[in-house]
């Protein structure tokens, strides 16, 4: 699936105008091997409209009071797979590859259990489709097909796609000032 960004403001006249109309390329690497980041927009601090066009932020999780919105692929992997054997060098140029492409990113992964992050953000994410199953870090699991809404509040997680087509999900990342508690 191939995603576009149209992105409205306000020219001098005070008129509605189409600001952008055009494609999102992915961000993909071939250390996160079946995933495409798609950067749809991102704001710092508090927000005004209009906002100046811009497909991101400065990191890819926002600090409080900014927000990222985004879409991501991600491929199929059976259940039983076995993770990837380590290559420390390929290792050491992936992870400067991704802090490059995603600034943040990796800061927030947690390597001895693939997958598995927590953030200080509010999540509101849609499965566009395929199937998507989430899990918390009690190893609890939730199958989520297309078109559940999920508000993740800060908690430990990650995202597996145990179908057999590419699932997409849609997201909305608000900065928050602490994690969340019930």
Do not use: C
Not at 54 to 75: C, D, H, K, V, W
Not at 135 to 141: C, I, K, S, T, Y
Not at 147 to 152: D, L, R
């Amino acid at each position: 699936m191939e995603f576009k960004r149209v992105v409205t403001a306000v020219d001098s006249d005070g008129t509605s105008v189409f600001a952008e109309d055009a494609p999102v390329k992915p961000i993909e690497s071939a250390m996160m091997e079946g995933l495409r980041f798609y950067e749809v927009w991102g704001t710092e601090g508090p927000i005004v409209p209009p906002t100046s066009p811009t497909s991101a932020g400065e990191t890819f999780f926002p600090g409080p009071g900014a927000t990222r919105f985004g879409m991501l692929t991600i491929a199929p992997t059976p259940r039983d797979a076995p993770p990837p054997e380590p290559d420390e060098q390929a290792m050491a140029a992936g992870f400067e590859e991704i802090q490059r492409l995603l600034p943040g990113l990796v800061d927030h992964m947690e390597p001895d259990a693939p997958g598995m992050h927590t953030t200080n953000t509010i999540d509101y994410d849609i499965v566009v489709s395929g199937t998507l199953t989430l899990e918390l870090d009690n190893g609890a699991e939730v199958e989520l097909p297309a078109g559940s809404a999920i508000v993740q509040n800060g908690t430990r997680h990650a995202w597996h796609n145990y179908g057999t087509e590419p699932a997409v999900l849609a997201y909305v990342l608000i900065g928050a000032t602490g994690p969340a508690t019930t």
